[in-house]
């Protein structure tokens, strides 16, 4: 089994396991059972039917009609102000809604003054998704325009916030807010029965967005719907998908709920009340809407009921989101896709951070985690090729008893398996190191796609201002030099190109000979994926072209400590060639 065959099984192991992954994590983590979509419930006033709570269910308030203005929707006296050292924004007094949420760590752009990203907005603004807290009383759930009363005027780590409304039956609510230093928002609903009878009540919380501003739901990077569900990750569903379904309530008992982008999220942590319902559903248009509703309660008369809620709005840092699991919320860190190698993606992300802090540049970080990872997979190249050089010493005895045993299949095989016996010689053994290898590197490719940290990290500041982004420097546009970005993957920038010379060299420095076919592939493999790399993150080309000189290096140190290879693969060139030369005569006369 010579290099070129095992190189040639490495790619088609890879991309078996490429298109399996997919399959197996539906296999082994089914989706939840979806329910079939209920009848929708008329709001308050919308038409005769109240929205009752039965079934679990509140319909969509009614709101007032057209698109508004993001700074239009923001100006307004009824408003409290959110100041906190991660996050900016503010609360809705009309609604109880926190709809306008700002990043204060991350901008937009990689220009300075494009200002910071936005993680929520208002309704019926472009980008509208927001969070909103209320009530179900009596069957009736509260009007999304009821008008509450602020305690303050300033939500911050030191200084909670308590809204406040009393219904024409003496009720009165409370929604006291509270922010820690990070991303996450504590809602308290209390009920407070100030009248003469009981009342029968449900809390509720539900994030609603768009999905036109999403990220796009990818392979190994999930953007949607996503939640823990009976002790168990659920996010089966793309936004398109969740739309066909029209909705879905996974099995099991919430823990938390919400819709993730490849470095954001915004979620709704239960808290120790049971829930009633949770789950997704498709709105009209690109409108989608995550709902917790708590169990019914009968609240006596001078009686008090509270339930807390806890809200997420922010970067998919993963330290951050390990913390908030430490506290108590169930696999929050996995809101990240890791997959099946969290145990192993965890590390490589934080050695990475660990050479950036040190190195301070990312794209230089990405350089010294491939060298270091090539280095630890040395030893296991090594006895690859160690085991390829066995073989090429057996193969003349092999020949010979392929020979004398060629009408006997079974007696050929038993001899054979004899020879590697006394040989010492493993057939799978030049194999396995690249199987072996295989889940690594697909590890270290996918901390790539899911680090926020390499988002708008530079590498060469003139060059490569965002590793995230793909490289700005194509070859229709001069290599940067003309104002104007090349789309997809006519976008073949200097590190497509180096990764598809640095790819060729891998494979020219394999002498082996090959069947047409073979050659073919290989000749045209290298400028292919030039072509569909193009448009990847500037860091993901980083790493492949580090990891191809990486190779070429490898390889040519393991060519002169096994030159037997090299002459038994150039022998075999010639052999092959002067065969073909032969037949080529013999067709001719």
């Known amino acids: 089994m010579d290099n070129q065959r095992n190189l040639l099984l490495a790619v088609l192991l890879s991309g078996l396991l490429i298109l399996g992954w997919d399959f197996g994590m539906r296999y082994f983590y089914p989706a939840a059972s979806i329910t079939a979509p209920a009848e929708e419930v008329a709001a308050p006033g919308a038409s005769g039917a109240p929205a009752t709570a039965s079934g679990a269910d509140i319909a969509d308030g009614a709101m007032p009609e057209g698109p508004v203005e993001l700074d239009t929707a923001l100006d307004g006296q009824t408003r409290v102000i959110i100041d906190a050292p991660r996050v900016a924004g503010s609360i809705n007094l009309i609604g109880a809604r926190v709809d306008d949420i700002v990043l204060k760590d991350y901008r937009k752009t990689v220009d300075k003054d494009s200002g910071p990203v936005r993680i929520f907005a208002p309704e019926r603004t472009d980008g509208q998704h927001f969070a909103e807290f209320g009530f179900v009383v009596g069957g009736e759930r509260m009007s999304s325009q009821a008008v509450w009363q602020a305690d303050g005027e300033r939500l911050t780590v030191d200084n909670p916030i308590t809204l406040s409304r009393t219904d024409a039956a003496g009720i009165t609510y409370k929604i006291r807010f509270a922010i820690d230093d990070q991303y996450m928002i504590t809602a308290d609903q209390t009920v407070e029965n100030t009248s003469e009878g009981a009342a029968i009540v449900q809390p ?218 006394e040989e010492k010689v493993n057939p799978l053994a030049g194999c396995l190191p690249m199987l072996i290898q295989i889940p690594i590197f697909f590890a270290l490719y996918k901390v790539l796609i899911l680090a926020i940290e390499m988002r708008h990290e530079p590498f060469i500041p003139f060059w490569i201002k965002d590793l995230s982004a793909p490289d700005p420097a194509t070859i229709l546009n001069l290599f940067g030099l003309l104002p104007y970005e090349v789309p997809g993957f006519l976008g073949i920038g200097i590190l497509a190109v180096m990764l598809g010379v640095t790819m060729w060299l891998t494979f020219k420095l394999n002498p082996s000979a090959m069947d047409p076919v073979q050659q073919q592939v290989f000749n045209l493999m290298p400028w292919f994926l030039m072509f569909v790399m193009a448009p990847f993150a500037a ?35 010639a052999e092959k060639a002067l065969e073909k030369a032969r037949e080529e005569k013999a067709e001719g006369a």
């Open 204 to 421: 509720f919380a539900f994030i609603k967005r768009t999905s036109t501003n999403a990220s796009p739901d990818q392979f190994i990077a999930h953007a949607g719907p996503i939640g823990v569900f009976g002790g168990t990750l659920r996010d089966p569903h793309a936004y398109h998908e969740l739309a066909e379904l029209g909705r879905w309530n996974p099995d099991g008992s919430a823990s938390w709920l919400g819709f993730a982008d490849n470095y954001w999220l915004s979620a709704l942590a239960k808290g120790e009340g049971e829930a009633d319902s949770a789950g997704f559903r498709s709105l009209e248009g690109d409108l989608f809407r995550a709902d917790l509703i708590y169990d019914s309660s009968t609240v006596a008369a001078g009686a008090t009921l509270t339930q807390s809620t806890q809200l997420f709005a922010g970067a998919k840092e993963s330290e951050i989101l390990d913390s908030y699991e430490d506290g108590g919320i169930t696999y929050f860190g996995k809101a990240i896709s890791w997959g099946w190698f969290e145990w192993f993606e965890k590390p490589i992300l934080w050695l990475l951070r660990t050479l950036n802090n040190l190195v301070g540049n990312f794209g230089i970080a990405i350089i010294l985690l491939t060298v270091i990872v090539r280095g630890l997979m040395f030893p296991i190249a090594q006895k690859g090729f160690s085991s390829m050089a066995a073989m090429k010493a057996v193969q003349p005895k092999m020949k010979a008893i392929q020979e004398r045993y060629k009408d006997d299949k079974q007696q050929q095989q038993q001899e054979i398996m004899k020879l590697y016996k």
């Open 539 to 573: 860091g993901l080309l980083l790493y492949w072209v580090t990891s191809n000189i990486l190779t070429v290096a490898q390889q040519s140190y393991l060519y002169s400590k096994h030159p037997q290879l090299r002459a038994a693969a150039e022998k075999e060139k």
